[in-house]
């Protein structure tokens, strides 16, 4: 509920960093609008609800952790991998997206990270 739009916030998850992004309306568009170069998928595949993005903060490469970007994206400071604000990899070496992990929302304003319990 304190992330405002365009920021960011860090939790762990599993050992894990995960990005939570509050995505700004020129975001949204800009992700909806664009694919992944390397490993395409809409952004509607990776959120449940547009203006959040939810994704393991893990570069695919090698493992590091990429720091947010200018463009409102990441960029892996290891071997210069970039991704966008949905989390897609948009320059390599990376071979695939940011992982997006299973999460729900529980209310308006928390999201739970993790599977259901039945």
Not at 16 to 28: G, S
Not at 30 to 45: F, H
Not at 48 to 59: A, D, F, R, T
Request: with cysteine.
């Amino acid at each position: 509920a304190d992330i405002p739009p365009g920021g960011e916030h860090t939790v762990p998850w599993q050992g894990k960093p995960v990005f939570i992004l509050h995505r700004t309306p020129d975001q949204i568009k800009q992700a909806q609008a664009s694919d992944g170069k390397l490993d395409p998928e809409p952004d509607s595949k990776r959120v449940q609800n547009p203006e959040w993005l939810v994704v393991v903060g893990i570069c695919t490469h090698l493992g590091c952790v990429p720091n947010r970007n200018s463009q409102g994206g990441w960029t892996c400071p290891c071997h210069g991998s970039m991704y966008d604000a949905s989390g897609r990899v948009i320059r390599g070496p990376a071979p695939k997206n940011l992982d997006v992990p299973p999460y729900h929302f529980v209310g308006n304003d928390k999201i739970l990270i993790g599977k259901k319990q039945a």
